[in-house]
């Protein structure tokens, strides 16, 4: 019981200071400099298109200068949403990298690793300062969405292969 108490206090009190660490950059942000023409030439290449021709722009590799199309998309959501700050962009890569951090602690779990394990492995990947420049510039976003992609695809792969351990290969069809 005073175990538990101790664990969850613990957890507050990292899930506090990590929020108030990024607190007062976040709110001073600054668009990087990419994003100074990024989006204004994003906003400008999409307007009066149709919804197709929009999506064809998006996932198309062109043009080079804004990269992956995974970018494209990402800045054309997240701007449409909430407009062109710099706030809203470090947001959804911060909700993302909190996201990544459960993702983790699952993988953990699932490695049938101690909870406390987990939760310290799950804990140092949150406040890891190598993460810190893909927060606060908004173009380095992908490198937060390839590592929830590889932690997820990592997850699905031990979910399923403990599945095909107990219950045996799949059958399709009778």
Same mark, same amino acid.
């Given at each position: 019981m005073k175990r538990n108490r101790c664990r969850t206090a613990t957890a507050a009190f990292l899930a506090v200071a990590f929020v108030y660490a990024f607190w007062l950059p976040w709110k001073t942000a600054l668009l990087e400099n990419d994003m100074w023409w990024m989006l204004p030439t994003l906003r400008a290449s999409v307007e009066g298109k149709s919804f197709m021709e929009?999506?064809?722009?998006?996932?198309?590799?062109?043009p080079m200068a804004f990269g992956q199309p995974v970018l494209k998309v990402y800045l054309y959501v997240v701007t449409n949403i909430f407009g062109a700050s710099a706030q809203p962009l470090i947001a959804a890569g911060l909700l993302l990298h909190g996201v990544n951090v459960v993702v983790l602690y699952g993988i953990c779990r699932l490695l049938q690793l101690s909870r406390r394990i987990a939760f310290m492995a799950a804990s140092i990947h949150a406040v890891a300062f190598a993460h810190f420049h893909d927060f606060f510039f908004p173009s380095h976003f992908r490198h937060v969405f390839a590592m929830f992609t590889i932690f997820l695809l990592f997850q699905c792969y031990l979910r399923a292969? #403990?599945?095909?351990?107990?219950?045996?290969?799949? #059958?399709?069809?009778a």
């Open positions: 929009i999506l064809v722009y998006l996932l198309g590799p062109w292969e #403990r599945r095909l351990s107990t219950a045996g290969p799949l #059958r399709i069809g």
